[in-house]
């Protein structure tokens, strides 16, 4: 198992933000999570959230997510996870969320136009 | 078998012998020759216990066996007459509270009658301990409380009152608490007890399903069998205070020891009298 640094790092892409998250997302530093996740939604773009490298993550980080999608919903703007790995997805799976994201490999399939 | 990483790595399951080959290093159970009396009455004889990270041991014995005190000894609310019980290396005979405190943090525990304070919704029974021992932001406190009802199939259900609940609505509310910090370790006394066989059957997919999912180690004290068959990667039978193997699903069904077949095949035991023994017990004076 590959361990990464616990980063949060974002980035204004062309049309979209993308936050990439790594490491163990756990309660010692979700919040920072969830405030850099709001945040990313403040300029009303859609919102990528790229957990490629998150080793581990537990139901606070996931509830930054879900904090996540529900304020984009609210603006109007597409929000999605992005490189889910299956740590991450059996815990979507756990509480059935990955019925209520969009997830998608990379942030060109997730924000591609109709 | 998946394992967290600051747990230390996941181990096969045991084989057959009366404790698995779990180097003490590695447990995060470790118990040693642990001793437990009530009065003048032994109940546990010298236990050795040890469990992996990521690993669901299955505690198995039946009424009077010692699964319950030994239980109650895991968790902290019992401490050693002698011998060692140590949690994620700290051992609990001799830790502070401050120890004690960050140990407690770290697991979860759901008790057979549920435990659920009657005063308190069910949502606010199961973002008490985040509210306890975190300083999490209110929503995320709320959105995680839910999540984890929503986990237990008790999604919509936290404004009732635990009045309100069924039983076995009761003890998933008990586990929705007893995960709501996503515990490294979780201790579930007896969830398939009272339950009809459907109820009893999604808790044990449950089980399987924290374990792999948030990597919890897992240990379930339990005498219905045939949840123990589905859920365990490893059986302790105690019986009388002692233990009497710990091995794998399979070698625990194949073992030859009378007393374990007899727990298996729900056969009577034969109540063995000692004339002197039980004449004295019956006339001692108290005290």
């Known amino acids: 198992m590959t361990n990464h640094a616990n980063t949060v790092e974002t980035e204004q892409c062309a049309g979209h933000v993308l936050v990439r998250l790594g490491g163990e997302v756990d309660l010692s530093w979700s919040q920072d999570v969830r405030r850099a996740v709001l945040a990313a939604l403040q300029g009303g773009l859609p919102v990528g959230v790229d957990l490629a490298a998150v080793d581990y993550i537990d139901s606070s980080g996931i509830a930054a997510l879900v904090e996540g999608l529900q304020g984009a919903r609210s603006r109007g703007v597409a929000f999605a996870l992005i490189a889910v790995s299956a740590q991450v997805r059996a815990v979507l799976e756990l509480a059935r969320l990955d019925r209520v994201f969009t997830l998608a490999a990379t942030t060109d399939e997730a924000f591609a136009g109709p | ?287």
């Open chain 2, 1 to 287: 078998m998946p394992s967290h990483p600051r747990d230390g790595p996941a181990l096969q399951p045991p084989g057959l012998g009366p404790e698995p080959p779990v180097a003490s290093a590695q447990a995060l159970i470790d118990v040693h020759q642990l001793q437990a009396w009530y009065g003048r009455r032994r109940v546990l004889h010298g236990i050795d216990f040890r469990v992996a990270a990521g690993e669901i041991r299955v505690i198995m014995g039946g009424s009077g066996s010692g699964k319950s005190t030994l239980l109650r000894h895991l968790i902290g609310l019992q401490r050693p007459a002698s011998g060692t019980v140590k949690l994620f290396g700290t051992d609990l005979g001799t830790a502070s509270e401050r120890e004690l405190l960050a140990v407690r943090k770290r697991i979860g525990v759901s008790f057979q009658g549920g435990a659920l304070l009657t005063s308190l919704s069910v949502g606010e029974n199961v973002a008490l301990p985040l509210r306890e021992h975190t300083r999490l932001d209110e929503s995320t406190i709320r959105i995680m409380s839910r999540l984890k009802l929503e986990v237990v199939n008790l999604g919509g259900f936290q404004d009732l009152m635990p009045g309100q609940l069924s039983g076995g609505m009761v003890k998933r509310a008990a586990l929705a608490r007893a995960i709501v910090m996503d515990p490294r370790l979780l201790f579930f006394d007896e969830p398939s007890a009272g339950l009809d066989p459907v109820v009893a059957a999604e808790l044990d997919e449950l089980i399987l399903r924290l374990r792999d999912a948030l990597r919890m180690t897992i240990v379930v004290v339990t005498h219905e069998l045939e949840s123990a068959f589905k859920i365990a990667d490893t059986i302790t039978v105690l019986d009388q205070g002692e233990i009497l193997m710990t091995g794998a699903v399979e070698a625990v069904r194949a073992a030859p020891n009378t007393r374990i077949q007899d727990l298996l095949n729900r056969r009577p035991r034969e109540v063995q009298v000692d004339a002197e023994t039980y004449l004295r017990r019956l006339t001692e004076e108290e005290g």
